[in-house]
């Protein structure tokens, strides 16, 4: 028997634990976990000289852009830059031009990144503004609903608990997750409206506009509604130490809530801001040392489920602008993530195990990406291979990203991705793209 792909000579993440040993692929799918001798022939073949292999890299919370914001990123370079930083699946997010929000903006995104994928991608929608298109929306292929708290963004009224209800009232039927932005509209607008009467663009300012009270406010208000209606609620980036207090109170109550960090509100402060400037601004913003201490100590505690890059590109002249107000919140994570959490790993901080649960098992689980985020015979084979040794120091010039700035530049990294497999086709190695778009697959 001759099989697509044999990699010998690995060093494999199982649920087992590491196993040294080779993978056997056939029709994208892992076949056999064997030594050499008990592997089939292969068509291609790859010594992996004893380096990590682990599930590929799953991030819940890419914004891919193309469309009427191609400017800032495509499918193409999105996707290159995720198989750059070690992910295989990428879950899109709704908030483009058009807003993906109803069956029509959805396959007209999906048609268009058919053959343009490097990596597997998922789509996430806005709600509709009629919360009975819900069904037809996850008919189509969207794996979970974004709602924005902060702004409205799609069709449902954000001010309106007993409109936010109803749509998580009718998501619960369906069965498909949904993922929250979690700043307070109302807290922010107010705050934002004032300091800028006030002639304040200072870093403190935008911190205060864009306070931790805001965040809270806005989990507390989803936790009580999730609550009531048993949908299941991811919340996104996590950025202080009170909203884990509620996210631990909600879990241990038995509420279906699950959160992600980002590696930006792992490993910045907002003292960091003055020293990045604009490169660091995102939303929520990155707050104090207290609550970096509080998301690590969640991390390990296993309250926080996923690590997401939130990938949030933009135009260089979006994030120079003088005024904080002007500056586009957001930061190109997809090639600075894995990197930056191997760098924990050898430091200690960090366990393999921990990270593989964090940014494969946990997201496929959560996100019902069904066989995928483990490596075991018969799942999908995405794969990405560890080098743990290899230093680098970020540069953002070399990104595949069209956003090419990070407030990561320089920064010094111990363990990066080598080899990236999707579907069982070998897409990156050694930072350059080796295959075609279109390798990458729509996962519905
Ligand atoms: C995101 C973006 O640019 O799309 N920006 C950000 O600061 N995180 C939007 C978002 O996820 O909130
Ligand atoms: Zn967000």
Request: aromatic share 4%; net charge positive.
């Amino acid at each position: 028997m001759q099989v697509d792909c044999v990699l010998t000579n690995g060093r494999i993440h199982t649920p087992r634990g590491i196993v040294e040993a080779g993978i056997a692929i056939e029709e994208g799918r892992i076949l056999k976990i064997a030594k050499k001798t008990n592997l089939p022939k292969a068509s291609f073949k790859m010594d992996l000289n004893g380096l990590l292999v682990l599930p590929g890299l799953i991030d819940s919370h890419v914004h891919l852009r193309d469309q009427g914001y191609a400017y800032k990123e495509d499918f193409v370079t999105g996707t290159a830059a995720a198989a750059a930083g070690g992910f295989s699946l990428v879950v899109d997010m709704p908030n483009n031009k058009p807003v993906t929000m109803d069956v029509q903006s959805l396959r007209e995104r999906m048609k268009l990144a058919q053959n343009k994928l490097l990596v597997n991608a998922a789509f996430c929608s806005a709600f509709p503004e009629n919360t009975k298109e819900i069904r037809s929306i996850v008919g189509e292929g969207a794996i979970a609903f974004k709602l924005y708290l902060s702004e409205k963004i799609g069709g449902l009224n954000i001010d309106d608990d007993t409109e936010v209800l109803q749509a998580l009232d009718e998501v619960k039927m369906t069965n498909v997750q949904v993922a929250v932005h979690a700043e307070d509209k109302g807290i922010t607008e107010n705050e934002t409206k004032r300091k800028q009467e006030e002639n304040r663009s200072d870093i403190n300012a935008y911190l205060e506009a864009h306070s931790s009270d805001s965040e809270v406010k806005a989990i507390e208000r989803i936790i009580g509604l999730a609550e009531r209606t048993e949908a299941h609620v991811h919340f996104c980036h996590i950025s202080s130490a009170k909203s884990l207090e509620l996210i631990k109170k909600a879990k241990g109550v038995g509420v279906s809530v699950t959160c992600e960090a980002t590696p930006h509100h792992l490993l910045l402060t907002s003292r960091d801001m003055k020293r990045y400037k604009n490169w660091a601004v995102t939303l929520p913003p990155v707050r104090t040392r207290k609550d970096t201490e509080a998301l690590w100590k969640a991390l390990k505690q296993g309250l926080i489920d996923t690590i997401g890059s939130d990938h949030a590109p933009h135009a260089i002249k979006e994030k120079n602008q003088k005024s904080l107000w002007k500056v586009k919140p957001g930061i190109a994570g997809l090639e600075t993530t894995l990197p930056l959490m191997l760098t924990q790993v050898n430091k200690g901080r960090l366990t393999i195990k921990e990270l593989v649960e964090l940014t494969a098992k946990n997201p496929a689980e959560i996100f019902h990406l069904r066989d995928r985020g483990t490596i075991l015979k018969g799942r999908l084979a995405d794969l990405v291979v560890i080098d743990l040794k290899q230093e680098h120091k970020i540069d953002s010039s070399k990104f595949h990203s069209k956003a090419k700035f990070s407030p990561f530049d320089g920064w010094k990294t111990k363990g990066t991705p080598v080899k990236t497999f999707v579907n069982g086709c070998l897409v990156m190695e050694e930072g350059e793209i080796v295959a075609k778009p279109g390798t990458g697959e729509i996962i519905r």
